[in-house]
């Protein structure tokens, strides 16, 4: 069974730009869920996805969306990239909804903003 | 501040040696899950513990949940170099769940 996969693995933008994250969950799982990961804040809940419907909602500025398509693929778009937002972007499958069951963690997208 | 503390942040031992990581908070988790992370890669689910004092074991690595359901900690015997990463506690509280900040453990040979 293939596992999580997120692409591009790496990316470097400029501030004020919009980038947009690809996430492919094991096959069958309909949620996924976003995290980003840095070395200040650690890893830090974006959103979760089931089935096309965002289920729950961290604590982040508007400028972080993201949506799932019927195929349970996920994208996650920033829009007016800040120096700050450069961090390692994960994406994680699971069967159910919720944080409570066993996540599948793709290997990251590392996102630079100069 | 982290709503999960983890305990201590790095953590540098030679091979053989036994070791503690602490993940505590004031708040109550339906459940904590505890993961490993290693360079380039998602974090890989480890353990997942429910019940107050709950012990579980997986090889050399004894994991427990506190019996308020508060903390938990993560004991590993005879650390092997083949332990090396990133260990993260995480809580789940409204079907969110909430990560630790990390202890960053390194086994010499």
């Known amino acids: 069974k293939a596992g999580v996969t997120q692409t591009p693995r790496y990316l470097i933008k400029t501030r004020g730009q919009q980038v947009t994250l690809s996430c492919s969950p094991i096959?069958?799982?309909?949620?996924v869920s976003w995290y980003q990961q840095t070395p200040g804040q650690g890893l830090q809940f974006l959103f979760e996805?089931?089935?096309?419907?965002?289920?729950n909602k961290g604590n982040f500025p508007g400028r972080f969306s993201g949506r799932q398509f019927s195929n349970s693929r996920s994208e996650m778009n920033v829009s007016t990239l800040e120096l700050g937002d450069s961090a390692l972007y994960l994406c994680?499958?699971?069967?159910?909804?919720?944080?409570?069951?066993?996540?599948?963690f793709g290997p990251g997208t590392r996102l630079t903003v100069l | 501040t982290q709503l999960l503390e983890q305990s201590p942040q790095f953590l540098s031992i030679q091979e053989g040696e036994n070791l503690t990581v602490y993940c505590n908070s004031s708040?109550?988790?339906?459940?904590l899950q505890w993961y490993r992370q290693e360079p380039g890669e998602g974090p890989v689910l480890l353990v997942t513990v429910v019940t107050g004092g709950e012990v579980k074991k997986l090889k050399r690595l004894t994991f427990q949940f506190g019996d308020a359901r508060k903390d938990s900690s993560l004991h590993i015997t005879a650390a092997q170099p083949g332990d090396t990463g990133l260990y993260l506690c995480a809580g789940t509280q409204d079907n969110m769940l909430t990560f630790g900040g990390g202890t960053r453990l390194m086994v010499k040979p």
């Open positions: 708040s109550v988790f339906s459940s």
């Open positions: 994680a499958s699971s069967l159910l909804a919720g944080g409570a069951n066993e996540q599948f």
């Open positions: 996805y089931f089935s096309e419907t965002q289920r």
């Open positions: 096959s069958g799982h309909r949620s």
